[in-house]
């Protein structure tokens, strides 16, 4: 299977990337995080604009006709300039939800198998992402439940929800209560939605990693001591390396889920692409030193956004009940694939 990009695809990426930096630059990235704001509604119909969630939607309803491995390129670059708000759940909601291909509408999501009862300091209820701001809540069931809160219900669910502190100041946390069973039904699979979320996320993994490779290795190369660039000293030699390998064995594994579509490639991929965020922002971290620490660094913010994105969207351990279930579904060695006796 070749993975290699075609013309039209390396296009596409370069597109978004010239777009995101000129619009959502680190100068305004900080002066978001300083707000406490979310990417605004100037730059969220800038991003529908561009067909950034009508991208997958056919050409006569007004898409771009594109699929889920093309996606995969612009979440990546999302991933990578820590785009902020509910880039997935409005993807997702695209040509179900009435503004939300056009970037008029912001839709959450939910997955009601992660609520408890009750909403309370005790932890029961679930939590849900970008919610105050939504225009729209997808709610993701099991098989092929599939509904849509907007108007009054959204609004009674979202007056009854309870703030809670989110490790990433961008990503702002409710908890709510179980909203199964209320809005309207769409007509979706679920089990189909809630896999296409999670390579997306794990698309904004792969990104946020990659992004954090080439912060370290920059800074490898200008920061000296001993009156040598650290970069060239063994021990951070091989911090970068490592780094590099995770995010390339984490981008076969998501371009492939993206092709395949398969769970259990799924589940891989987001389990890579999860611990290639996580380790090299921390790794991004060492090479930094102590100004790594600091508020004015960004790889701490990487890092905080990295351990949110692999909480939700197909958690390790869920990845990993697939991926052992997969495995006690395996030919015994020895004979050959398909074969019977």
């Not at 009750?118 to 809540?137: N, S, W």
């Not at 979320?197 to 000296?224: C, D, K």
């Amino acid at each position: 299977m070749d993975f290699q990009l075609s013309e039209d695809q390396r296009a596409l990426r370069s597109g978004v990337r010239e777009l995101l930096a000129g619009r959502f630059g680190r100068d305004r990235m900080r002066a978001v995080l300083d707000r406490g704001e979310g990417a605004g509604r100037e730059l969220w119909g800038e991003l529908g604009a561009a067909g950034f969630f009508a991208l997958r939607l056919p050409e006569d309803e007004g898409g771009v006709g594109l699929g889920l491995p093309e996606a995969v390129l612009l979440f990546e670059e999302a991933g990578r300039v820590l785009l902020p708000g509910p880039l997935v759940g409005t993807h997702l909601a695209a040509g179900a939800v009435k503004g939300a291909a056009e970037g008029r509408a912001a839709v959450a999501v939910a997955y009601d198998d992660g609520f408890r009862e009750g909403v309370g300091r005790d932890g029961g209820g679930g939590r849900v992402a970008d919610l105050a701001d939504a225009d729209a809540l997808l709610v993701l069931g099991r098989g092929e439940d599939v509904r849509v809160l907007t108007g009054e219900p959204l609004r009674a669910l979202v007056r009854a929800a309870r703030p809670v502190r989110s490790l990433d100041p961008l990503t702002p946390l409710h908890r709510v209560a179980s909203p199964a069973g209320r809005g309207d039904p769409l007509p979706a699979d679920a089990v189909r939605l809630r896999g296409e979320a999670a390579v997306l996320t794990a698309a904004e993994q792969l990104g946020s990693a990659a992004r954090t490779l080439e912060m370290a290795v920059q800074h490898a190369r200008e920061r000296e001591q001993f009156g040598a660039p650290i970069g060239s000293f063994q021990a951070v030699k091989h911090l970068c390396a490592q780094m590099l390998t995770r995010v390339e064995t984490a981008r076969v594994a998501v371009y492939a889920a993206a092709v395949t579509a398969d769970a259990v490639e799924i589940a891989g991929a987001k389990l890579l692409a999860d611990e290639a965020a996580v380790g090299n922002a921390r790794d991004c971290l060492q090479v930094h030193g102590g100004m790594g620490f600091t508020w004015e660094a960004d790889v701490h913010l990487h890092l905080k956004r990295a351990w949110v994105r692999a909480a939700r969207s197909l958690t390790a351990a869920e990845a990993e009940e697939i991926l052992a279930g997969d495995l006690g579904r395996a030919e015994p060695p020895g004979r050959a694939p398909g074969a019977r006796v």
